[in-house]
């Protein structure tokens, strides 16, 4: 049982990883970053929809819809929008690095929210991420985008990050009382209506439509579902540990299909924030074991 569920998470990381790449292949086509995170809220949210519907579970509480805005703003909108400038000034493999803060993030946030203490494991890591960012920067101007050093695709990256942390602060505040088809039924569109204002819309060639259908429907929705069902067979620790394949898979794609590479400290940094994110995920499997 346990084989299936590792099998589904790394199912989810294959996915997760082909977001960079495929966002390439639509930029290629002369679509926009916004319009890219646009169309990804947009068709996932006919599929979790669907499914929602299927299941049964599309009520709301009216006491998390201010939750909910909040968390569709920046778990969608912000998150989406930032992640797509992350990879088109920057490189599918950069973005996913840098989204892998996420994290480091949580572990600041946990503190704030949660009154979590920060142990000497935690610091450790935090500082692994902060050095591995740094070495991350100063390795991406080989990145296979013929530019140096670009400082709003860091930022991006980084904010993608933030916001993918997000995901696990809020997922325990509605853990046990919504699914997730439940969740983003509500989520994605909210989002989705936010990043309308900001696109500028572009013809499509029929690449560009299986680019961005690819980015909806395997991507997010097949990888979220993917990940979902993993966990009904591992502990939540060893799911995020193994979903760290993400970014290799992402960097291994983007060398490959867009070649795409970093010099040797973008690797060097790249292995620091992976290798933080198994410290955080390993520390916290510890304790719960104590």
């Not at 985008?145 to 860091?154: N, P």
């Not at 400290?265 to 520390?283: F, H, K, N, R, T």
Request: glycine content about 10%.
């Amino acid at each position: 049982m346990a084989l299936r569920g590792y099998l589904f998470i790394i199912a989810a990381a294959l996915l997760w990883g082909n977001i960079g790449p495929f966002s390439r292949l639509a930029f290629s086509q002369g679509i926009g970053p916004m319009e890219v995170a646009f169309w990804r809220a947009v068709m996932a949210w006919g599929l979790f929809a669907a499914h929602a519907a299927l299941r049964r579970e599309v009520r709301m509480e009216r006491r998390d819809i201010g939750h909910i805005v909040v968390f569709a703003l920046l778990g969608v909108t912000v998150f989406y929008a930032s992640y797509q400038v992350a990879v088109n000034r920057g490189g599918a493999a950069l973005a996913a690095v840098l989204l892998y803060t996420g994290p480091a993030w949580v572990t600041v946030m946990a503190r704030l929210v949660f009154k979590e203490a920060l142990t000497p494991v935690k610091l450790l890591a935090l500082a692994l991420t902060l050095a591995g960012v740094v070495a991350v920067a100063a390795g991406s101007g080989d990145a296979g985008l013929e530019r140096g050093f670009d400082l709003l695709a860091i930022g991006a990256g980084l904010c993608s990050g933030l916001c993918y942390a997000l995901y696990y602060i809020y997922g325990k505040h509605f853990s046990g009382r919504y699914s997730s088809p439940n969740l983003f039924l509500y989520l994605l569109p909210i989002g989705a209506v936010s990043l309308y204002p900001l696109v500028d819309f572009s013809p499509k060639t029929p690449t560009a439509w299986l680019a961005l259908a690819a980015l909806a429907f395997f991507c997010t929705y097949g990888a979220y579902f993917c990940y979902y069902l993993g966990l009904h067979y591992l502990e939540a620790s060893r799911a995020a540990i193994t979903a760290t394949l993400e970014p290799v898979v992402a960097a291994v794609v983007a060398y490959f299909w867009w070649g795409e590479y970093f010099s040797l400290p973008g690797y060097i940094g790249s292995a620091a924030i992976l290798a933080a994110v198994v410290l955080v995920v390993w520390d916290g499997t510890r304790r719960t074991l104590r």
